[in-house]
């Protein structure tokens, strides 16, 4: 089955070259199904990329999921072309009275830049708190998980001495669990960020469970215990060369980073690199798709929230 986009939006193309099947807002007018409604909150400055990056992978499932665009209205970023911005995204104030089944929030070139001193914190912190009435499951992406996880539960992220960019090998710490369902039992996962959590900041509080670890890259997936937010510190959805597209930029900065770890072969950046984790990102968007959001939303969609109500009441 498809995602659903916008007439147009130019990941389109890309994504049908690919032969991933893509349907248009003309055309889901006249399927009789329940689409997933997912919002996706991107924050990236290349918004472009990102689309495209994890609408690949939302598009691999048997599910239609109807996808809408949402950037800050306080903040306009500017490396967009407005008119992307005009014709594919909404903003807050459009959507603040709907219910959605998912929501992806974004990661951010952030990481130097305290959460009250960014732009966009007090609305970020708005559609956060939003979201616990309005979305079944949010899914925290990087920067977006480190937001997350300062916001509603007070962590906050200490720095590498120097930034940590590679694929490192990683252990589910619950492999029953429905996110790693047809997952190895050593997955690798790409990583480019310069701040982390202390594990024991997330094992120490009781509506947290880590999902995921690395020796190397430390914490990677948390949830809450109750499943409805899932907190993501690595970038499964990164295409092939992402991470040397990062480098060179880097390098053209005259910022010397390092070379991305077990990345290229043998460590020379003029050979290509080698995927090893994208069967692992797809199976990880499909499951979350699947078994926190579609297997466990309510079918009637202004439903949604009512669980967190009463939880509030009693």
């Not at 500017?78 to 959605?100: A, G, Q």
Request: aromatic share 12%; glycine share 4%.
């Amino acid at each position: 089955m498809p995602i659903k986009i916008k007439d147009s939006l130019p990941a389109q193309e890309i994504l049908e070259n690919e032969n991933i099947f893509v349907m248009t807002e003309f055309r889901a007018m006249h399927q009789d199904i329940r689409p997933l409604n997912v919002l996706i909150l991107n924050l990236m400055p290349n918004k472009e990329v990102t689309e495209t990056q994890i609408l690949r992978k939302l598009s691999n499932s048997p599910l239609q999921v109807n996808v809408e665009l949402l950037q800050t209205a306080s903040y306009t970023p500017t490396h967009v072309d407005t008119n992307h911005l005009e014709s594919f995204y909404t903003t807050f104030d459009m959507i603040k009275d709907r219910k959605f089944d998912g929501m992806i929030i974004t990661g951010a070139p952030l990481a130097y830049v305290e959460y009250e001193d960014v732009a966009y914190w007090p609305e970020l912190c708005q559609i956060m708190d939003w979201a616990k009435k309005h979305v079944h499951c949010t899914f925290f992406l990087c920067w977006g998980a480190f937001a997350g996880l300062y916001h509603h539960f007070g962590i906050h992220h200490k720095f590498y001495e120097n930034k940590l960019s590679g694929i490192y090998p990683h252990k589910a710490l619950k492999p029953t669990s429905p996110l790693f369902r047809g997952f190895d039992d050593i997955f690798y996962a790409p990583h480019s960020r310069e701040i982390y959590v202390e594990k024991e900041d997330v094992e120490n509080n009781k509506d947290l469970e880590l999902m995921a670890y690395s020796d190397e890259a430390g914490v990677t997936i948390v949830k809450t215990e109750d499943s409805r937010m899932v907190f993501v510190l690595c970038h499964l959805e990164y295409d092939a060369e992402t991470l040397l597209e990062e480098y060179l930029r880097d390098k053209n900065k005259g910022l010397d980073p390092k070379i991305p770890e077990n990345y290229f072969p043998d460590d020379d950046p003029s050979k290509k690199p080698i995927v090893n984790w994208r069967s692992t990102g797809q199976l990880f968007y499909t499951n979350w798709l699947n078994y926190y959001v579609y297997q466990a939303t309510p079918y009637d969609v202004e439903s949604i929230g009512d669980e967190e109500e009463k939880g509030q009441k009693d």
